[in-house]
């Protein structure tokens, strides 16, 4: 499919950036949005840019129709949810055989598989992409991750290689994901991985500032050296961080007020709906059974914050008890060396658990995920974007490519954790002491030992599980130890004492 026309549907910020690197790859581009502001304001971009003869806009979705040739090719950019159902609708009185639609959208994987089912007698292609890495990468070159069948994938990509990010070796960061709703699954999937590594590092930032009392200049320093190599080595969020603590505010007096001092404490895009992925990370590990605790802290750690005022009468009604300490350290350089490598060892677990998230649901609808396509295009472009990782995961794969098991069965994954355990416990340790805020941080140190544990306490809970429901459990010494009912006869049922209700 040659592409050379294009229609967008949805102008606001990641629309209205891709409308402009398509632009600037020398596709033209119809916008349509009901928001007239949005469109002015792109059409302002494009004439900044020098490229408003490549964009134009539409009044309705026959004219955005019939401003394209056939076969037509759209783009939705859209808030999750019903919209994208109203916009297939409207649509498709204009449709024909042959037309493709890209959603770009933050989507549940299930409304993408919904639309598809719609679309294919049509025969009009539908796919669901992931397009990661904000607003700037939206501009100059995103992840993608589109899912879909491979026919209709295959007709867009050579268009998607274009403008997608590249890697360092200038490979595309873009790949067929799978059939059905693959592409959004593991976009979402991204997302949840992102919410894990975000908390952890900003519980980092807290440990220094309010435990260390460092500076906002200090702790960029810090960041910026540990992205410039060893385990943190290029890695996105560790690099935008820096930038955060550097960034000071031109409008304040003499210009030396750091912006970061006047951000409010509350992370509102879960609570308001805006952004559905990190909550739908959540439910799916939930109904496929899979632990991802460094993600899952991470995220409720997200929505307690996001009611600061019902925080603040909690924290009048403690009497003002949680504060945090002040930490002591005797070597304060040996310490940051265990907070990098915590942050590290916090982050890969990220990445092993939504990873094994993935493999779960591949086995759930056959898509043949293919991991090391997974981690190609995480490698540039995206938020979770970290070289030392991609590298150690992408190798894993390679040497292992039949794995589809946790990847801490990984000896090359298990050797990094054991090597940074040492560090990630000292950090948990010290926080509690100063009673730091490290939900994900204090996650993934709990993950790493019960997961590799031969002798849980849930033995307990398994007999009390029999003792008031007749449940049944293995033995010490029989079955395989995979996760299935137990066969041995009650033992505890006969002696449970009856329950009197009053």
């Not at 950036?17 to 790859?25: D, G, K, N, R, Y």
């Not at 639309?115 to 607003?135: A, D, F, L």
């Not at 292992?400 to 950090?427: D, F, I, M, W």
């Not at 007749?470 to 995979?482: E, I």
Request: aromatic share 8%; with cysteine; hydrophobic share 40%.
């Amino acid at each position: 499919m040659d592409i050379k026309k294009i229609a967008m549907i949805g102008a606001g910020s990641m629309g209205g950036m891709m409308s402009l690197l398509f632009a600037e790859l020398g596709t033209d581009v119809v916008v349509y949005d009901p928001s007239e502001a949005n469109v002015n304001k792109l059409k302002q971009k494009a004439k900044d840019t020098g490229l408003e003869t490549k964009i134009t806009s539409a009044k309705d979705y026959e004219a955005l129709c019939k401003a394209l040739p056939s076969p037509k090719v759209f783009f939705f950019s859209l808030p999750h949810g019903t919209v994208g159902d109203k916009t297939v609708e409207n649509l498709k009185p204009f449709l024909k055989s042959g037309d493709l639609i890209l959603d770009a959208s933050n989507e549940h994987y299930a409304n993408t598989e919904r639309r598809q089912k719609i679309c294919e007698p049509m025969g009009v292609h539908y796919i669901g992409s992931g397009v990661s890495g904000g607003y700037q990468s939206a501009r100059h070159g995103p992840s993608m991750s589109p899912g879909g069948t491979k026919e209709a994938v295959e007709k867009i990509m050579p268009f998607l290689e274009k403008v997608a990010a590249k890697d360092n070796e200038g490979k595309p960061c873009v790949a067929w994901m799978g059939e059905g709703g693959a592409g959004h699954y593991v976009k979402m999937v991204h997302n949840g991985i992102e919410q894990g590594m975000m908390s952890a590092l900003c519980e980092v930032w807290g440990i220094m500032n309010k435990s260390l009392g460092m500076g906002y200049e200090e702790i960029g320093n810090v960041f910026a050296e540990w992205d410039s190599s060893g385990e943190l080595l290029r890695n996105f969020l560790v690099s935008i961080g820096a930038d955060i603590c550097h960034t000071k505010d031109p409008q304040s007096k003499n210009g030396s007020e750091y912006v970061l001092a006047e951000v409010k404490d509350k992370v509102v895009q879960d609570v308001d709906e805006s952004e559905g992925t990190g909550t739908w990370t959540i439910e799916e590990a939930a109904r496929l059974h899979v632990s991802i605790p460094t993600i899952a802290a991470a995220h409720l750690f997200r929505c307690a914050s996001a009611d600061a005022a019902q925080r603040a009468l909690i924290h009048k009604s403690l009497e003002g008890h949680i504060r945090v300490g002040q930490i002591s350290v005797p070597d304060k350089a040996a310490f940051l060396e265990d907070l990098r490598k915590a942050t590290f060892a916090a982050f890969l677990m990220a990445f092993v658990q939504g990873l094994d998230l993935l493999a779960h649901i591949d086995r759930e609808k056959h898509w043949g995920l293919d991991f090391s396509h997974i981690i190609q295009i995480w490698r540039g472009g995206c938020i979770i974007q970290s070289d030392y990782i991609s590298d150690l995961l992408g190798g894993v794969y390679a040497h292992h490519a039949h794995l589809r098991g946790s990847l801490l069965t990984a000896h090359e994954v298990g050797h990094q954790l054991l090597r940074c355990y040492p560090a990630l416990k000292n950090v948990v340790l010290k926080a509690v002491e100063a009673d730091a805020h490290i939900p994900s941080l204090s996650a993934s140190w709990s993950y790493y030992r019960y997961s590799g544990s031969v002798d849980l306490p849930t033995q307990f809970m398994e007999a009390e599980l029999d003792y008031f429901g007749n449940h049944m459990f293995d033995l010490k010494g029989s079955g395989n130890g995979k996760p299935v009912t137990g066969r041995s006869t009650p033992l505890f049922c006969a002696a449970a004492p009856a329950i009197v209700v009053a």
